[in-house]
């Protein structure tokens, strides 16, 4: 959710910063805006082009208002406090026009802020609580004890904020300075050769650098074109470490796809390849560096919570089959966003498992927070290393997928749920719950899956030219048994997402309770029906919904033909161990709503009221 662009250095800085913006667009948006430093002497000006609605339309004005100079800021919005509007839009400006303010994130008491402001003769010019910092920064930056000194500025003002935030500034009076700081929401930095850059994330500035440093809780950054400083907010400098990102521009470009979705979905096989890479002891076990526990307090575990939101949620529900079945522990799957306010009783004999594909999902981190308070273990389960989750966790399992810019998550829970078998069987190894034997058969099961996944995704014409059919139907049903369940509220969240259709996915047998009521002549089913123990019991449930007019999907093992009776199309998948179904019943899912979505016209990387990464409660 929305995204932030900071450059100092030698190049055009409205360059860097629109690219900037330009690879953030995964983020989510509705407006955008940038302010570039025109120069460095006592006329310098910043310069501010702000549009409501995509990217292309800023760009539109900046084609006809060259902004030059080599410092400069940018956003792309998520509308919180006002309407998306050029108004509203990011950078804000003081009174003066000579602080420029982005922000990622709600200033919770900004109508306090606004009324002392207001009363000292301040004038707002839009509906946002981001503008109240413009106003703050310029009498900080004015008078007492801060004055002249941005960063000490934006410390004062920072410890009279509350709620979650990242802010940029810049100020006419400072050419080679941008100054940011952060609270609960992501900021990392990019270090450069004689140019340095902030960002929501390193894709912001990937194409010039691969050095990142990540930003803690509450510290401020100085940054030049020359150095970068860090401080907390009683102005103490703070040592860090910066790591290296390992991928770079193009893997983040489409490559000749039609939309980054497409291009996702078939990196899954690598994607899952490298998940597994490295994990593996010379005598076919697994070797888990980050689950930084020692063998006693993992046979101490006596319950395991997952949390988690979206489709992160729906990889735990399939790691809380796999968890339980190998270990024998009591696993507990909770939606982020009500783990702590229930109160779940918790200890230092529970493992708490948080899943985030970006490490910075608001609602999660915040269970993160409060399961290390009440002394529990904590693993991140996320692809994004120095992510704010994985700092915060006890250890990280990094599922390596690489970046993901579509909106709709597709290499990430695949990797997610590959990443639960991990812990699963690590777990069980470790606990003596499976013998050494059986854990390597698993896990040569594992190693079989990216290929599998690259020869299923070779049979999706048929998918694609069912998609067409369904294009215009209003409502979809989906039903599964077992790990065929959480793929059924996978599959019907991805048709929700991308296609804007009414879809739900259902535990068959809860088909006879109350959701068949929802079946008519001709309404779509997709059934999930990998060669399972529970299959027969499926099949009764297929009987049921096709005597009332459905028209039924099905996904069936390769060779069974005992669902082929009872379904209008057949979609084909490899076979595999029951367990590890998922990883397959992904794919034609994730297939089926992109085309879905795309036969209906509709942008299948950004669906409408999407962001990539939620990261306010």
């Not at 060259?66 to 919005?77: D, M």
């Not at 910092?133 to 900080?140: A, C, D, F, G, I």
């Not at 993992?298 to 949620?313: K, L, P, T």
């Not at 948080?354 to 608001?362: K, N």
């Amino acid at each position: 959710m929305c995204g932030i662009v900071g450059y100092v250095g030698s190049k055009q800085a409205l360059e860097v910063v629109v690219d900037g913006l330009r690879r953030l667009e995964y983020r989510g948006y509705d407006s955008a805006g940038v302010a570039v430093l025109d120069g460095t002497g006592p006329g310098a000006a910043l310069q501010v082009e702000r549009k409501a609605g995509k990217l292309a339309n800023l760009e539109k004005v900046l084609v006809e208002r060259e902004l030059r100079g080599t410092l400069g800021i940018g956003h792309t919005r998520w509308a919180t406090h006002g309407p998306p509007t050029d108004a509203n839009a990011h950078p804000h400006l003081d009174c003066a026009g000579a602080v420029a303010v982005v922000h990622n994130g709600t200033i919770e008491n900004y109508e306090e802020l606004v009324a002392g402001l207001e009363a000292r003769g301040h004038e707002r010019r839009s509906d946002t609580d981001t503008e109240v910092v413009s106003h703050l920064l310029e009498e900080r930056y004015a008078t007492g004890p801060t004055a002249g000194d941005l960063a000490a500025s934006l410390r004062s003002v920072c410890r009279d904020l509350q709620g979650s935030f990242v802010l940029v500034v810049a100020h006419r009076d400072e050419p080679d300075l941008v100054v940011a700081a952060r609270r609960n929401l992501p900021l990392v930095i990019g270090l450069g050769d004689g140019e340095n850059f902030v960002g929501s994330d390193v894709t912001a500035f990937i194409a010039h650098t691969r050095e990142a440093r990540a930003v803690e809780q509450d510290q401020v950054v100085e940054v030049r074109r020359d150095g970068v400083v860090v401080t907390d907010l009683d102005g103490l400098v703070v040592e860090g470490s910066s790591y290296h990102v390992d991928w770079d521009t193009d893997a983040a470009e489409k490559g000749g796809y039609d939309f980054f979705m497409l291009k996702e979905i078939d990196e899954q096989p690598g994607a899952v390849r490298d998940t597994l890479g490295g994990r593996l002891t010379p005598e076919g076990l697994l070797h888990l560096d980050e689950l930084s526990m020692s063998d006693e307090d993992v046979r101490g575990i006596e319950q395991v919570f997952i949390v988690a939101c979206g489709s992160a949620y729906h990889s735990g529900l399939v790691g809380k089959y796999a968890i339980e079945r190998w270990c024998r522990l009591p696993v507990q799957v909770e939606m982020a966003s009500e783990f702590r306010y229930r109160d779940p009783v918790l200890g230092r004999t529970t493992l708490v498992i948080a899943v985030s594909q970006s490490g910075e999902t608001a609602d999660t981190l915040e269970a993160v927070r409060h399961a290390r308070a009440q002394k529990a273990w904590v693993l991140a389960v996320t692809n994004t290393v120095g992510s704010t989750i994985s700092r915060e966790s006890d250890a990280a399992l990094y599922t390596r997928g690489g970046p993901e810019v579509a909106v709709a998550s597709t290499k990430a829970v695949m990797t997610q749920i590959t990443a639960m078998y991990l812990v699963g069987l690590y777990l069980a190894q470790l606990r003596g719950t499976r013998d050494p034997d059986e854990v390597r058969a698993h896990l040569r099961d594992l190693q079989e899956i990216p290929e599998l996944i690259a020869e299923l995704l070779t049979r999706m014409d048929a998918v694609r030219e069912l998609a067409h059919e369904l294009k215009d139907e209003q409502r979809v049903l989906f039903l599964g048994r077992h790990v065929g369940y959480p793929l059924a509220l996978e599959g019907a969240l991805k048709l929700k997402e991308l296609a804007y259709v009414s879809a739900e996915g259902f535990p068959a047998g809860e088909i006879k309770h109350g959701p068949i009521a929802l079946v008519e002549q001709g309404t779509p089913v997709v059934v999930i029906a990998p060669r399972h123990a529970l299959q027969a019991k499926l099949l009764n449930n297929v009987q049921e919904v096709r005597a009332r007019g459905a028209r039924t999907i099905v996904l069936a093992t390769d060779g069974d033909e005992s669902a082929a009776a009872y379904a209008e199309h057949v979609v084909r998948l490899p076979d595999t161990k029951s367990l590890l179904t998922p990883l397959l019943t992904l794919v034609p899912l994730q297939v089926l709503s992109a085309e879905i979505a795309r036969a209906r016209g509709l942008d299948v990387d950004q669906p409408r009221n999407l962001a990539k990464s939620v990261t306010v409660e």
